[in-house]
C-alpha cells in the first residue's frame, strides 16, 4: 500500500503542511500515527478520497494548486484505476483538476497505478500522458 508523508500529502493536494495538519486532527484525513522513529504517515487510499471529495468545494480555487499551470505536467493522486483485459481508465486529481487518460492494461500493471499512487500527467493536446515521479 502507498503512503505518503504530511508534507508529501499537503504537496499532492495542493494546501499547505498545516492545513493538512488541521484535517488530520479533526478527523477529515485519518493518518497513521508514528512511533518516534518514524513519522505519521498517510494512506494513498485515503489521500485519494479526499482530494476527490475536495474537486467539489467551493474553495478550492484558493488552495495552491489553483496556480499551478495546466500546461505539459501535472502532478497529482491517482484516485480511481478501471481495468479490462486489454486497456485501462486511469482517473487522477491535480490540484484542482481531474484528469482521466486511457492506456493499456499492461502499463497500467507496469507503472504500479492504483488508488493512492502518486503520478504525474503530461498533457499534449487531447492525450494525457501518466507517469510515476
Request: proline share 4%.
Amino acid at each position: 500500500m502507498t503512503t505518503y508523508r504530511l508534507a508529501e500529502a499537503a504537496e499532492v493536494l495542493g494546501v499547505s503542511d498545516d492545513t493538512l495538519r488541521r484535517w488530520v486532527d479533526a478527523g477529515r484525513l485519518p493518518a497513521v500515527p508514528g512511533d518516534g522513529r518514524t513519522p505519521t504517515t498517510i494512506r494513498g487510499t485515503d489521500l485519494a478520497a479526499l482530494a476527490e471529495s475536495l474537486l467539489d468545494e467551493p474553495d478550492r480555487e484558493q488552495t495552491r494548486a489553483s496556480s499551478v499551470s495546466a500546461r505539459n505536467r501535472l502532478g497529482g493522486i491517482v484516485t480511481r484505476v478501471k481495468k479490462d483485459r486489454v486497456m485501462a481508465q486511469v482517473e487522477m486529481v491535480c490540484g484542482s483538476h481531474r484528469m482521466v487518460s486511457l492506456m493499456s492494461a499492461d502499463a497500467a500493471d507496469e507503472l504500479g497505478l492504483e488508488a493512492g499512487v502518486r503520478a504525474v500527467a503530461s498533457v499534449k493536446s487531447t492525450n494525457v500522458v501518466v507517469e510515476v515521479p
